[in-house]
Structure formats: structure tokens, C-alpha cells
């Protein structure tokens, strides 16, 4: 399997944007082909990416679920939905890209993450690397959306919130004996260099290491106002500089 990378997190602390830094900095040094998931049912990392968004799984998923009692007996729907897979996949230079989304009505959000995992276990052979941005809190988790990644980034914003909800992220991981290889915190909009001491204490009682510090980046205000993709901040420009350190980190 590929090399995969999930973010996970409280909500709106950052998680979309460091999924597209990650794939700012795999495509910069031929780390690639790269598959990348949104699998936020309300996500919005096509945007981010700067991509247009093709079918979601949701919508295949629903689309089966329409014409299914047409398929003629003993007709397989994993062919179908393999079939379907070229219209749910978006090619782009050095990434292909999937979005979750969701089924209408009730009972579709369940079958829509199992066929995300069927889906995906077919798929992450083909891919050496393999990033993921997750819906905020731990559902992809308990949901088992995520169950084995090389490295689980939980961002924190720089706040006492954000670091309990990263440690309760980390626990449950744990608790639920997902394969993950490394877990890591991520601080990221931090003002003024370090992370607030009282908020490293927090974590190292939780037992969650941080393995990184995002600056607040004017930039990355700037490019999500003005609907630019991520993939063209500066090399220079603080966050990605940051992530480019982290990612090195943990690779090393
Ligand atoms: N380091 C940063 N500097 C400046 N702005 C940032 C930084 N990181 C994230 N942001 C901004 O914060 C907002 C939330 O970021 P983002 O959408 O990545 O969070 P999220 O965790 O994915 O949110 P959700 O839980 O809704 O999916 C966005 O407007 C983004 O541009
Ligand atoms: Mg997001």
C-alpha cells in the first residue's frame, strides 16, 4: 500500500488546507502519483485545490441505489461501481482526486463510507502515496473511513479546545486499534513563533507529541478569499515552509 497520510481534527482548525500543503510539497519533489481524498462529506478540498470537483461517491452510490432493481440478476455491483469509478475520479498533473460527498436520505451515509472503504482498498495499491483529509472530529475514525495510515496529523488551533479535541482524537485511534503508524499534532495559526507553553503542557500530559507549528500566513488568507489554489502559494511563504519542515520530519 501507499504511503498515506490523514488529517484529521476539531473543526476549522486547518485540516483542508494542510492536506493541500502536504500535496504542494509531495508534487514538488516527485512524490507522486499522489491519490488524494476528500472524504469530508461537506468538504470542500476541490476548492482549495483550485480542481473542479467530478461525481462524489455519494452521488455514485445513489445512482446504484436508483437502478439496482433494473440490474439483471447475478449482475455484480462492484463491477458496476468500478465502472463507475472513472466518472468519480478527477485526473490532475501528478494527483488523482476523489470526493466522498453523500447519498441523500437516511441509511445512505453508512453504505456511502463502506463503498468509500471498498473503494479505497482497491485503489491504494495503485497509488505510492496517498493523502486524505477527513471530516472534522472523529467519525472517519469510529466509521473506520480511516484505518491504517502511515502518519495521522490531528491539527489544533492555538487553543486549549483545539489541543483536548486532538488528544481525544489520539485516544480513541488508539482505544480503537486503528493500524496507524505515527500520530502527530499540528499547531497551526499560531502568532509570534511558539506555540504557548501551557498548550505544549497540555499535550505531553495527553501524551501527543507535537510534531509541528503552522505560523498564521497572510497568504493563505489571502488565496482562500480570492478562491486561488493552495498548490500556488510561494515556496516562501510561511505555512508552506512550515509544512515542507514538518513533512521532512516525520518522513525522516
Ligand atoms: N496557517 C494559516 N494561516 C492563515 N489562515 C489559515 C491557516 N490555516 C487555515 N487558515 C484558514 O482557516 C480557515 C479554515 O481552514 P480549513 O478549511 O483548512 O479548516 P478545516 O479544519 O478543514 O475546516 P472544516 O472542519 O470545516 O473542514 C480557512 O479560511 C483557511 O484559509
Ligand atoms: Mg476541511
Redesign the pocket.
Known sequence: MGFTVAVSGK??TG???L?GLLLKEFLKNGRKPVLVIDA?HD???AE?LGIKEGKTVGEVVEELQRKVSEFPPGFSKDKWLQAKLSEVMVEERGYDFLSMGRGEGPGCYCYVNSVLRHIMDGLEKEYPYVLM????GMEHLSRRTTRNADVLFIVSDHSRKGVSSAIRIAELAKELELDIRKVGLIVNRVSGGDVDPRLVEEAEKGGLEIVGVVPEDEEVERFDMEGRSLLELPEDSPAVRAVRGILWKVLN
Request: aromatic share 0%; no cysteine; hydrophobic share 35%.
Open positions: 473543526g476549522g485540516k483542508t488546507t492536506v469530508d468538504g470542500n478540498l482549495v483529509d477527513n471530516a472534522a
